[in-house]
Structures are given as structure tokens and as C-alpha cells.
């Protein structure tokens, strides 16, 4: 099974300020068609999952773009360019190339 | 507009099965697979299996293989996930998802005697 790795587990932030995630894979990500099937979700206190962005890098609909994914292979970033106060909750990556594994996800709090 | 709405909160003794649904609306329910993902309470998101309703194929993860059985019935739209032999860690709210786009609210389930 592929195991994802988040680090930090934690994470506090000023208002306005950047903040970085990442997340590894055990093993490569990149499925036979040359796809990456890594996707980073938001889920807010008391609400279901909202995906963010998804194959690394793309935003889904209606998402900021204060909000990127980069990496490829097994190493992966989610970046925040500047903390809103709505960005708090929890940030799980998820590997879609071999069934789905999540991270152990990543509470975002404001200082 | 998309929609996936879950049945209610269940309340089983430790032993039972649980079956939740989840009904599609706003897209062609055999176009897309249907996930389901349990979520312990303070905890964070663990895949539980899969179904392909075209077909009715399923993959399961290797924890709840044996105790698991995802189903669906194209004739109205909607996805089950049984769950069997529930035991007081299977205390969750279990969600479904299309592709991970699309998710349910969310039921929540306590084995409890």
C-alpha cells in the first residue's frame, strides 16, 4: 500500500502570511498514463472535504488562487500564498494512481 | 448542480451491520466511480473501497476487506456501503465522493452498546 507522509502535522500562521505543506509518497505517483493522481483537500470544522487542487498542480473551480500545488515524483507541496482567516481547518493530500491513500492531514490555525 | 445526499445517523450495538446510501443527482450516475471514506471521530480521512456502477466492479482497502460491501443501484441513482460486525472503533462519519470533486454530508455512525 502507498503510504503519504504530511509534514507538518501542525501549522500556525499570521494573517497575510505564507504557508507551505508537504507530502510524500512511498513510492512514485506517476500512473502508466503519465498522469499524477495527487490532490490536496481542505475540510473545515464540521464540513465535508473540499478538494483544492487536483494531478499536482491544478485548482479546482471556484478556488483561490492565493492556493498552488507543485512537486512530482513522490514529493509534493501545497502552498498558501498569503493566510486568510477562512483558510483555517485541515489539509489532507491524496494519492489517486494506486486506489486512494490519504495523509495523515495538517491543521492550519491563525496566530 | 451536483448533488450526493446521505441517509441519517445510525445507531448500532457492536456485532450489527450498518447499511448507509448515498443518491446522486446532476450527473450520469454510471459515468463516474463512487469512493467511500470514514472519518473516526477527531480523526483524519481513511479510504475505505470503491465501485464502478457502470459494471458493479469494487476494489476494497486491505483494513475493511472481508467486513465491507459497496453496492448500487443505477435504476434510481444510488450507492451503498455495508458495513458488518461493527465494533466500537467503526464509531465514524462515513462520507461518499465522486472522484473526490463531489462528496456526501456525511453520516454518522455509532456502534455502542
Request: aromatic share 10%; hydrophobic share 30%.
Amino acid at each position: 500500500d502507498v503510504v503519504m507522509t504530511q509534514s507538518p502535522l501542525s501549522l500556525t500562521v499570521s494573517l497575510g502570511q505564507p504557508a507551505s505543506i508537504s507530502c510524500r509518497s512511498s513510492q512514485s505517483l506517476v500512473y502508466s498514463d503519465g498522469n499524477t493522481f495527487l490532490n490536496w483537500f481542505q475540510q473545515r470544522p464540521g464540513q465535508s472535504p473540499r478538494r483544492l487542487i487536483y494531478k499536482v498542480s491544478n485548482r479546482d473551480s471556484g478556488v483561490p488562487d492565493r492556493f498552488s500545488g507543485s512537486g512530482s515524483g513522490t514529493d509534493f507541496t501545497l502552498k498558501i500564498s498569503r493566510v486568510e482567516a477562512e483558510d483555517v481547518g485541515v489539509y489532507y493530500c491524496m494519492q489517486g494512481t494506486h486506489s486512494w491513500t490519504f495523509g495523515q492531514g495538517t491543521k492550519v490555525e491563525i496566530k | 448542480e451536483v448533488q450526493l445526499v446521505q441517509s441519517g445517523a445510525e445507531v448500532r450495538q457492536p456485532g450489527a451491520t450498518v447499511k448507509i446510501s448515498c443518491k446522486v443527482s446532476g450527473y450520469t450516475f454510471s459515468d463516474f466511480y463512487i469512493h467511500w471514506v470514514q472519518q473516526a471521530p477527531g480523526k483524519g480521512l481513511e479510504w475505505m473501497g470503491l465501485i464502478d456502477p457502470e459494471d458493479g466492479g469494487t476494489i476494497y482497502a486491505e483494513k475493511f476487506q472481508g467486513r465491507v460491501t459497496i453496492s448500487a443501484d443505477t435504476s434510481i441513482d444510488t450507492a451503498y456501503m455495508e458495513l458488518s460486525s461493527l465494533r466500537s472503533e467503526d464509531t465514524a462519519v462515513y462520507y461518499c465522493s465522486t472522484g473526490g470533486l463531489w462528496w456526501g454530508q456525511g453520516t454518522q455512525v455509532t456502534a455502542s452498546s
